[in-house]
């Protein structure tokens, strides 16, 4: 009745913002996204008859703001006539701060939370329930390059790539250690009820990801690279024209675009990408890691940096 499981967060080249159903936390568009490898997120859960409530540690401290998201999951996989658990979370990247940490968390739940009860779901089953919780958890549960289909009530996960077939390398300055202001499920309703632009990024999507897959596909990094920024600029430009105003950028954020396009004009193979946060995710071929990492280093405003290769999906660590 105790397991343990890991997920890697991943990152959104084609982005997810908005949802069709929000009592199944259905996606209202695809998303196409690469796994990462060096960050991730461990889950302990152990289920006991002695136990009157669930109870969640993330880091070693107690956490109740979560805990009936977290035990709405639970539910979800193990059924509600359930004994309860102890749930602990470790992560060594920072978490709420726009770096896809409730993806991994969620996905390595599932998993864990599967193998402690001992229900053995297929791997589409448990990624379809982790994305009732996160939006992008479903794609954790996938290496490389994973896209997210919508068809109809339900999601599709689709591998396009494993990790070593085409190994891009992924550096990440923090430019803000703190939670966001705002959570991204408030922040997409509110993008769909005010933003003039909600409309058109819903319409366009499949363009993007048609492009996305088939610059995947074809290994061509130029392709990739014009797609995934205007997606994320267009994602941003619906928060922005949100009501009020949703905007998730500092200063280093925008300083840190600017250390990308200048490695471009420079011959540098990297791009950038953001999600709902201030961090910047600088993709690049592996040869330009160094290079990419010192210049964000030493970009004002940035705390540090994080890098990582591409990594597999989510993973069981221990069960017992």
Same mark, same amino acid.
């Given at each position: 009745?105790?397991?343990?499981?890991?997920?890697?967060?991943?990152?959104?080249?084609?982005?997810?913002?908005?949802?069709?159903?929000?009592?199944?936390?259905?996606?209202?568009?695809?998303?196409? @996204?690469?796994?990462?490898?060096?960050? *991730?997120?461990?889950?302990?859960?152990?289920?006991? $008859?002695?136990?009157?409530?669930?109870?969640?540690?993330?880091?070693?401290?107690?956490?109740?703001?979560?805990?009936?998201?977290? @035990?709405?999951?639970?539910?979800?996989?193990?059924?509600?006539?359930?004994?309860?658990?102890?749930?602990? @979370?470790?992560?060594?990247?920072?978490?709420?701060?726009?770096?896809?940490?409730?993806?991994?968390?969620?996905?390595?739940?599932?998993?864990?939370?599967?193998?402690?009860?001992?229900?053995?779901?297929?791997?589409?089953?448990?990624?379809?329930?982790?994305?009732?919780? @996160?939006?992008?958890?479903?794609?954790?549960?996938?290496?490389?390059?994973?896209?997210?289909?919508?068809?109809?009530?339900?999601?599709?996960?689709?591998?396009?790539?494993?990790?070593?077939? *085409?190994?891009?390398? #992924?550096?990440?300055?923090?430019?803000?250690?703190?939670?966001?202001?705002l959570g991204s499920t408030e922040a997409m309703i509110r993008?769909?009820?005010?933003?003039?632009?909600?409309?058109? *990024?819903?319409?366009?999507?499949?363009?993007?990801?048609?492009?996305?897959?088939?610059?995947?596909?074809?290994?061509?990094?130029?392709?990739?690279?014009?797609?995934?920024?205007?997606?994320?600029?267009?994602?941003? $430009?619906?928060?922005?024209?949100?009501?009020?105003?949703?905007?998730? *950028?500092?200063?280093?954020?925008?300083?840190?675009?600017?250390?990308?396009?200048?490695?471009?004009?420079?011959?540098?193979?990297?791009?950038?990408?953001?999600?709902?946060?201030?961090?910047?995710?600088?993709?690049?071929?592996?040869?330009?890691?160094?290079? #990419?990492?010192?210049?964000?280093?030493?970009?004002?405003?940035?705390?540090?940096?994080?890098?990582?290769?591409?990594?597999?999906?989510?993973?069981?660590?221990? $069960?017992?």
């Amino acid at each position: 009745m105790r397991a343990v499981a890991q997920a890697q967060p991943n990152i959104a080249l084609v982005k997810y913002w908005g949802k069709q159903n929000l009592a199944d936390n259905l996606p209202a568009v695809g998303s196409l @996204s690469i796994t990462l490898d060096s960050l *991730w997120t461990r889950m302990e859960v152990e289920f006991s $008859s002695e136990l009157r409530n669930d109870r969640l540690l993330i880091g070693g401290h107690q956490d109740d703001e979560m805990l009936a998201r977290v @035990s709405g999951c639970l539910d979800q996989v193990v059924g509600t006539d359930r004994d309860r658990a102890i749930i602990q @979370s470790e992560t060594n990247f920072p978490i709420a701060a726009g770096l896809a940490s409730s993806a991994s968390a969620f996905a390595a739940l599932v998993m864990a939370a599967d193998a402690a009860c001992g229900k053995s779901h297929e791997l589409l089953s448990l990624a379809r329930m982790a994305g009732r919780a @996160s939006g992008s958890a479903a794609r954790s549960f996938y290496g490389g390059f994973v896209e997210l289909r919508v068809d109809g009530r339900r999601i599709d996960t689709v591998q396009l790539l494993k990790d070593d077939e *085409w190994p891009l390398h #992924v550096v990440v300055a923090i430019t803000a250690e703190t939670a966001k202001p705002l959570g991204s499920t408030e922040a997409m309703i509110r993008s769909a009820e005010s933003s003039p632009f909600y409309s058109s *990024w819903v319409e366009r999507q499949d363009e993007d990801l048609g492009a996305a897959r088939e610059a995947v596909g074809e290994r061509d990094f130029a392709k990739l690279a014009s797609v995934a920024e205007h997606n994320c600029l267009k994602m941003h $430009s619906v928060m922005w024209t949100s009501r009020p105003s949703i905007v998730y *950028w500092n200063r280093a954020t925008l300083s840190c675009m600017q250390t990308v396009r200048e490695l471009q004009n420079s011959g540098v193979p990297v791009f950038f990408t953001i999600d709902a946060g201030p961090q910047v995710k600088a993709v690049c071929l592996p040869a330009a890691a160094d290079q #990419v990492a010192a210049a964000l280093q030493e970009t004002s405003g940035v705390s540090r940096v994080l890098q990582s290769n591409l990594g597999h999906g989510a993973r069981l660590v221990a $069960s017992a």
